[in-house]
């Protein structure tokens, strides 16, 4: 028989399956496996499935024998370790000039590595970020693709396709080669963890120090959503604080622990800054609270021993909401200036040549962090394509400084309550290290000079120095 399918999929957990529903809902036929054929067997024979030009395989050389050549497969299988096995177990089978694409969260630099490797072969390797999850894998997901932008072929046709689309663009970019695409995802997953930590430490403030009701709390989230916020973090989070537990009738949030999970992009995202002599102190702050409250047991106990300020009593509600707002929007654009701050320092060690105003528009729709002010990212880097940070644009800086006093009340607030505002508060103290011409930084240099003869440099003339300071 000859071949039929335009695309071959491999792995049917949610993901996989919803991509490959978007992919035949846009007319493209679609091979599928899973190395558990029930699952396969489960998944044609669904509703949802049957009747869509989706081609069932049970093992890999059928796969492989299903696709029109060159043959372009997308691998949805766990990061790590099982994606070399798959390629493995792929290589025998195709051939050079086929398509391998990874659309997992590959670490950029496994994705570096297999690239390299593959391309050795002739084997044109394509590490995809895709970001929506299960919704937006199935409508329109956003997303990031990594290789030689000659090697996409089809698969270009077939991702601008089936990404989200906002005002008719495609949330689709070729972002650069090898790592670029899974490297890009990775920041995006970094400021997702900063969204939601930033989003988190509101609704601490508003169920505390403000003592609002989860009713409140949602009417609160949903006119936010209304404005310069309106973001799908922001709308979810209504929904969620509007939600009760159907067995006790308490607001859903308040049912669930509060220790959060993470499975390591957040953390990748921090390594990176450091790696590449950038910073990303809010990304950072998110992932360590997200530790900090891991520590369930340690903290309930911590709680019983270490004091804390008395609560203060008749705040001003209104005031604290709107101030929150804005403190929220100016932390929000220092997390995404951090971001692609550290997106510009990886891309000149890589060769990367990374378009922001691009990766700002396809973060407009189907991605988690989707938000409405993306639009003004990217108008700031259309302006500017070369702008240094984000908040030098004046858009953001004339945001910045109008939130200032409202945001400085905010983190003051949490102090003062000895309410953890992590998120908020290294998000302004990184806007204030920013905009500071002069900083503390030449007594550090100094007592590196006294304790190790590090040197420093001085500021009235070239070269380097070292004092004695037993003198
Ligand atoms: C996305 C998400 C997705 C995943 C996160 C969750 O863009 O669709 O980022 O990739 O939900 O990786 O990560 P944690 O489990 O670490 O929160």
């Known amino acids: 028989m000859e071949p039929q ?75 790590g370790d099982p994606v070399d096995q798959q390629i493995d177990q792929l290589l025998p089978l195709i051939e050079p000039g086929d398509i391998l694409v990874d659309g997992g969260n590959a670490l950029y630099q496994d994705t570096i590595r297999r690239e390299s490797a593959l391309r ?67 920041m995006h997953n970094g400021i997702e963890y900063a969204d939601m930590q930033l989003i988190a430490e509101a609704y601490a403030l508003l169920k505390g120090p403000a003592a609002l009701s989860h009713l409140e709390m949602r009417d609160i989230f949903a006119s936010w959503n209304k404005g310069e916020l309106d973001s799908y973090l922001i709308e979810i989070t209504a929904d969620i604080l509007g939600k009760n537990d159907p067995e006790t009738g308490r607001p859903m949030v308040e049912v669930i622990l509060d220790r959060a999970g993470q499975k390591g992009t957040g953390g990748w995202a921090v390594r990176a800054a450091l790696d590449y002599g950038s910073t990303a102190p809010t990304i950072a702050a998110a992932v360590e609270a997200r530790t900090l409250s891991s520590m369930k047991t340690e903290r309930v106990t911590a709680a019983t021993r270490l004091g804390g ?54 973060w407009r729709g189907g991605c988690i962090i989707r938000a409405r002010f993306l639009r003004h990212i990217r108008a700031a880097y259309q302006r500017d394509p070369k702008l240094p940070n984000l908040m030098l644009d004046p858009y953001f800086a004339e945001l910045l400084e109008r939130a200032q006093p409202a945001w400085r009340n905010i983190v003051t607030l949490g102090l003062q309550q000895g309410l953890p505002l992590p998120a908020f508060s290294s998000a302004l103290a990184y806007y204030d290290g920013y905009r500071s011409a002069t900083l503390p930084a030449n007594l550090i240099q100094a007592q590196r000079d006294y304790f190790g003869a590090h040197t420093y440099e001085r500021i009235d003339q070239e070269g380097t120095f070292h004092t004695d300071w037993s003198e």
Not at 128 to 142: F, V
């Open 5 to 79: 399918a335009d695309i071959g999929l491999i792995g049917l957990a949610v993901m996989g399956q919803n991509l490959a529903l978007n992919i035949a809902d846009n007319g493209h036929r679609v091979a599928v496996f899973n190395r558990s054929a029930e699952r396969t067997r489960a998944f044609v024979d669904s509703p949802e499935a049957k009747g869509r030009p989706i081609i069932p395989t049970y093992d890999l050389a059928e796969l492989v024998k299903a696709i029109k050549k060159p043959r372009a497969i997308i691998m949805m299988v766990k990061a």
């Open 309 to 362: 300020p008395d609560p203060s009593q008749g705040l001003d509600h209104r005031t604290v909401i709107d101030q929150l707002e804005l403190a929220l929007l100016a932390s929000k654009v220092c997390a995404y200036a951090q971001g692609f701050a550290v997106m510009d320092a990886a891309a000149a060690e890589h060769g990367w040549t990374l378009n922001k105003a691009e990766i700002a528009s396809i």
């Open 120 to 186: 050795q072969q002739g084997i044109r390797f394509i590490g995809t970020g895709i970001s929506g999850g299960e919704e937006g894998a199935r409508n329109g997901p956003s997303i990031m693709a990594g290789g030689e932008a000659d090697a996409l072929g089809r698969v270009a046709q077939i991702f601008e396709a089936i990404a989200a689309k906002v005002d008719d663009e495609s949330c689709y970019a070729h972002i650069g080669s090898d790592g670029a695409g899974h490297f890009v995802k990775m």
